[in-house]
């Protein structure tokens, strides 16, 4: 349970808040979001430290605006992780969060092979030029270190374990 929110806590949460952030492009209604700007966790949510343990900031943010923290999930109308808006929040189970990102095509069915994959770091061109040098004899470790990325990617791509094919759509 979430201990209640100090005055001094919520001034030094929205001392940690951007009021000026990107309009989502999929939802320009909602206005700006508010971002974020003290320290994240490793899935990029807003992390804030309430009574003594780290919290997320969506659900400060919550906890501030409605003066309870509900018992489900705070989700993002932007489907900004960094954003704690309260007007860009709402509240669900997961059944509701499955349905959202199902609705705005974010949940990944099956397998999605280049850059329609959410984790993909090169492009079709990039992938193309991978296979391409290393058909020619060009050294993994080389590609690797020209484009930036890991040898590992370079190696996945060239051996066609990953972007199997030209054609992607």
């Known amino acids: 349970m979430y201990p209640q929110c100090t005055p001094d806590d919520v001034a030094r949460f929205w001392s940690f808040v951007d009021r000026d952030g990107p309009v989502p492009p999929h939802r320009p209604a909602l206005g700006a979001c508010w971002v974020w700007t003290g320290g994240k966790d490793k899935d990029g949510y807003g992390a804030f430290r309430l009574g003594g343990q780290m919290r997320r900031a969506p659900r400060v943010a919550w906890q501030i605006e409605h003066g309870a923290l509900p018992t489900a999930s705070v989700l993002h109308y932007c489907d900004y992780r960094p954003c704690v808006r309260p007007s ?8 509701v969060n499955i349905a959202d990102m199902m609705a705005k095509e974010r949940f990944v069915v099956g397998n999605r092979y280049g850059e329609r994959n959410g984790s993909a770091v090169i492009t079709a061109p990039t992938a193309d030029s991978i296979r391409s040098a290393f058909d020619a004899g060009e050294r993994i470790c080389d590609i690797a270190r020209r484009l930036h990325v890991s040898e590992s990617i370079v190696s996945r791509v060239a051996h066609r374990r ?3 094919t030209s054609t992607y759509g």
Do not use: R, S, V
């Not at 709402?90 to 059944?95: L, S, Y």
């Open 88 to 95: 860009h929040l709402f509240t669900g189970d997961q059944a």
């Open 162 to 164: 990953t972007w199997p």
